[in-house]
């Protein structure tokens, strides 16, 4: 009975030590998962957080956007009729101004002519002058 005792004293001690090292191992592994784990928890708050103020900027874009074309409709309704008004006003100047434009035309019309008859041919004889002069700038010898 004393050699079942002490073999299975001898057993005992003999797993002893390695169920305690199985124990650490399942620790190290537990430690290593959990870590693991609280990576990735922090990593999907670190996204969702991103995502979030990214869903947030553009609302606060969208909401930007929809108020300034609210302030765009509001202004063009309140300016638009002083723009219908100048308009107005803009064609009765028009049909006043055209008799007056009218008779300008008609007064400037024979001046014009006159210095189109007069300035004609002094231009027609700068004009030949110009190309005569050409002319004998290319029949001029080659610099050597």
């Keep these: 009975m004393n050699f ?3 073999a299975a004293l001898v057993v005992v001690l003999a797993v002893a030590p390695r169920g305690a090292e199985a124990a650490s191992l399942v620790r ?3 430690q290593s998962e959990l870590d693991k784990i609280t990576k990735l928890i922090n990593d999907m ?12 900027e553009k609302i606060k874009t969208l909401e930007m956007s929809n108020t300034a074309l609210t302030y765009m409709d509001d202004s063009r309704s309140h300016i638009q009729p002083l723009v219908d008004k100048v ?16 008779d300008i035309e ?24 110009f190309q005569q002069l050409m002319d004998q700038t290319k029949a001029l010898p ?3």
């Design 28 to 30: 190290r592994d537990a």
């Design 87 to 102: 308009q107005a006003e803009a064609a009765k100047l028009q049909e006043q101004v055209k008799p007056f434009v009218s």
């Design 45 to 56: 708050s670190v996204g969702l957080t991103n995502a979030t103020q990214e869903v947030v």
């Design 106 to 129: 008609e007064q400037i019309r024979p001046v014009m002519e006159n210095f189109q008859t007069q300035v004609k041919p002094l231009a027609d004889t700068m004009v030949k002058i």
């Design 142 to 144: 080659a610099p050597q």
């Design 4 to 6: 079942s005792i002490i």
